[in-house]
């Protein structure tokens, strides 16, 4: 197989960095990014932005209406996206089977291209508390993959990659730098205005402000 | 929880049987359907009618544009749908990880009902050798389910049920007519025109007319 790579864009920094890491290890990246309906959407113009910036050779955009579905702040617009809290609940922000789903059409495009590597920007740190972001889901992905595919069947085994799964959002911040990031260019928040302006107060804003505060690195971020 | 369940429904004659045997267990079920850019989308009228018709308490068709990755004589239309031909090989007209896409759609619909059990209609006899077939795929797929929800990691385990999996097309087609399946609704071809004629000549329609034979039962299709 040749030396490419899918890679799950979203345009926040989190795979942003991963998307560097990939093209560091020296694959060739399609960067793959979602429309599915989530109020963020403006993400979708830094997805493009980093691609570009990153080097990506393709980069794809899927539409996908899961909206429709309810059930989560990120893509009903009848529920607000709460302040970040400190909790052991999975937060009303969580988008059923997101991962599983975008996961599974990562897998679809890398059978397409005859690539058995795809990444995904996910880590067991600092983050929400989403169970589709630990490590033993992605093992069993990964273990889904090679049964339910016909490149899996034939031995050309498919391989999950997470490179931020066991680092802090700081420790992620730092490795992104060293390897040519604009995180300007990214977009974390979860309701960020048409102009890309974070509000300051959701989980995935707290979550970037620490790591910055923690990477000792000027944090971009244009604030509401 | 309730005694509901999502039914995965193409508008083809195995999945109309599934919806009718989630209603004779007992469910509520919530039919899901997929407008994916398949050449034959006018099954997507045939979906509608079948959850009317099977008394489907809800029905949604959730658009995904996987189209624009390739791949597949189902959705690329620089591919041509072959005839039917008795082969070992993966046929052309495999959609890659098409199953594991709409599982896990149909897992996240799930979730957000609060319902665990999940339907659909693939059979290991009588198929076309897609990987995404296999009883050991449905193992791993509803492992994943466990490990990627909310639902899952609070104990509310998912099932993944496949009714038909050990059923010949023929004993699908007895059974779907004991349960008041008017299979003269649902359309299989791949290539089926907009007033779902069928080709006659593609697996689909090769697999339907073998069990339509084989159940000795007078065949509805329409051919062109």
């Known amino acids: 197989m040749?030396?490419?790579a899918v890679v799950l864009v979203s345009g926040g920094l989190d795979s942003a960095t991963c998307l560097a890491i990939a093209r560091d290890?020296?694959?060739e990246t399609y960067a793959l990014s979602f429309d599915y309906g989530q109020r963020h959407r403006i993400e979708l113009e830094a997805a493009k932005k980093l691609a570009k910036s990153l080097g990506a050779k393709e980069h794809k955009i899927?539409?996908?209406?899961?909206?429709?579905?309810g059930g989560s702040a990120l893509t009903d617009k009848n529920i607000a996206v709460p302040d970040y809290k400190d909790s052991d609940q999975i937060p009303i922000t969580y988008v059923p089977a997101r991962n599983t789903v975008f996961l599974s059409i990562a897998l679809g495009w890398a059978e397409i291209l005859g690539v058995n590597n795809i990444f995904i920007g996910i880590s067991a740190v600092d983050y929400s508390g989403y169970p589709d972001c630990r490590p033993e889901f992605i093992t069993a992905f990964e273990k889904l993959a090679n049964l339910a595919t016909k490149a899996g069947v034939e031995g050309n085994k498919f391989k999950i990659n997470t490179p931020l799964l066991e680092l802090s959002k700081a420790e992620t911040i730092l490795t992104g730098i060293k390897l040519g990031v604009d995180y300007a260019l990214t977009i974390s928040c979860y309701q960020a205005d048409r102009e890309g302006r974070a509000c300051g107060k959701c989980d995935s804003c707290y979550f970037r402000k620490i790591g910055f505060q923690g990477a000792n690195i000027e944090d971009p971020t244009i604030y509401k």
Chains 1, 2 share one sequence.
């Open 62 to 69: 899927v539409k996908l209406s899961i909206e429709e579905l």
């Open 25 to 27: 290890m020296g694959f």
């Open 2 to 4: 040749s030396k490419k």
